[in-house]
């Protein structure tokens, strides 16, 4: 029984000599621009005034925040400690996304070091998405929706609105869209559609969100027209008639000589040279 209570009396006393650290949040998030703590409370110690470290750990490269009582780094003017050893960073940004180390080191205890390691995740609102939307599409054809926005983290996932309300995932789910046949890719922000019908013009907008918030492009009205069979017929018709008449017309001309040159068509009679060494000799008849 008393070997019993000489361990428990040694464990207890071996506690009260190590420095342990405790985190009410070893994965904490914040939206960017926010205030957010990173907790690192002592939950025992004996030394009366151990040496706080906090280090910046991304792509595997630590780098100091606090350090010899001082803020330092990119946290420099934008973070404090609150004791003990508490590190605040009062207007997160995205580059803070990072682990965070929390070192103590304490000469006076048996056990003199222990450290905590956070994960802070700083979300990022979307920005405006850019969205593109066909202006005019023929009743039939294929039409491709696009939209995207490459700012806010964590990754955003994308809703497509036609005349303010949402589309679905999966046409088969809503009345309104059950014939449509169209595939929604809310990762990649696409809207597609296999062959449109008339009921699929309207103001088409895209709404990109994540946990940070959400933003929308402006509304594009898409507009759906029948296909003139008949007029695009009687177009080509028009247009081969008017190639045939040109083509009469110039065989024509040319039957009838229009086309053939001037030295064709003149007098070919040559006046006579005089014979060399001949003197011409008017007689009285010709005086």
């Given at each position: 029984?008393?070997?019993?209570?000489?361990?428990?009396?040694?464990?207890?006393?071996?506690?009260?000599?190590?420095?342990?650290?405790?985190?009410?949040?070893?994965?904490?998030?914040?939206?960017?621009?926010?205030?957010?703590?990173?907790?690192?409370?002592?939950?025992?110690?004996?030394?009366?005034?151990?040496?706080?470290?906090w280090?910046?750990?991304?792509?595997?490269?630590?780098?100091?925040?606090?350090?010899?009582?001082?803020?330092?780094?990119?946290l420099?003017?934008?973070?404090?400690?609150?004791?003990?050893?508490?590190?605040?960073i009062?207007?997160?940004?995205?580059?803070?996304?990072?682990?965070?180390?929390?070192?103590?080191?304490?000469?006076?205890?048996?056990?003199?070091?222990?450290?905590?390691?956070?994960?802070?995740?700083?979300?990022?609102?979307?920005?405006?998405?850019?969205?593109?939307?066909?202006?005019?599409?023929?009743?039939?054809?294929?039409?491709?929706?696009?939209?995207?926005?490459?700012?806010?983290?964590?990754?955003?996932?994308?809703?497509?609105?036609?005349?303010k309300?949402?589309?679905?995932?999966d046409?088969?789910?809503?009345?309104?869209?059950?014939?449509?046949?169209?595939?929604?890719?809310?990762?990649?922000?696409?809207?597609?559609?296999?062959?449109?019908?008339?009921?699929?013009?309207?103001?088409?907008?895209?709404?990109?969100?994540?946990?940070?918030?959400?933003?929308?492009c402006?509304?594009?009205?898409?507009?759906?027209?029948?296909?003139?069979?008949?007029?695009?017929i009687?177009?080509?018709?028009?247009?081969?008639?008017?190639?045939l008449?040109?083509?009469?017309?110039?065989?024509?001309?040319?039957?009838?000589?229009?086309?053939?040159?001037?030295?064709?068509?003149?007098?070919?009679?040559?006046?006579?040279?005089?014979?060399?060494?001949?003197?011409?000799?008017?007689?009285?008849?010709?005086?």
């Amino acid at each position: 029984m008393n070997f019993t209570v000489d361990l428990f009396d040694l464990a207890c006393y071996i506690s009260t000599l190590a420095v342990i650290l405790k985190t009410t949040n070893p994965k904490p998030w914040v939206n960017e621009f926010e205030s957010i703590e990173l907790s690192c409370m002592i939950e025992s110690i004996s030394t009366t005034n151990p040496r706080i470290e906090w280090k910046k750990i991304k792509m595997g490269e630590p780098s100091y925040v606090y350090f010899d009582k001082e803020i330092a780094g990119d946290l420099e003017k934008r973070a404090k400690i609150r004791e003990p050893a508490t590190l605040v960073i009062l207007n997160a940004t995205r580059a803070d996304t990072a682990d965070y180390r929390c070192e103590v080191t304490a000469p006076n205890d048996q056990k003199s070091f222990d450290e905590i390691l956070i994960s802070l995740t700083v979300r990022v609102k979307p920005v405006v998405p850019r969205c593109s939307v066909p202006k005019s599409v023929p009743v039939g054809k294929p039409a491709e929706l696009h939209c995207l926005e490459d700012e806010g983290y964590p990754k955003s996932h994308y809703q497509w609105f036609r005349n303010k309300e949402e589309i679905p995932e999966d046409p088969k789910g809503s009345p309104k869209f059950f014939n449509s046949t169209y595939t929604l890719n809310g990762e990649m922000g696409t809207l597609k559609f296999s062959a449109v019908r008339k009921e699929d013009a309207g103001e088409y907008y895209c709404r990109a969100r994540n946990e940070a918030g959400f933003s929308e492009c402006g509304p594009q009205m898409m507009e759906v027209y029948d296909i003139n069979i008949a007029g695009i017929i009687l177009g080509v018709v028009v247009v081969v008639t008017v190639l045939l008449c040109i083509t009469v017309g110039i065989f024509c001309a040319y039957k009838r000589g229009y086309f053939t040159s001037q030295k064709q068509m003149g007098n070919n009679y040559k006046t006579p040279a005089k014979g060399d060494g001949v003197d011409y000799v008017r007689t009285e008849d010709e005086v």
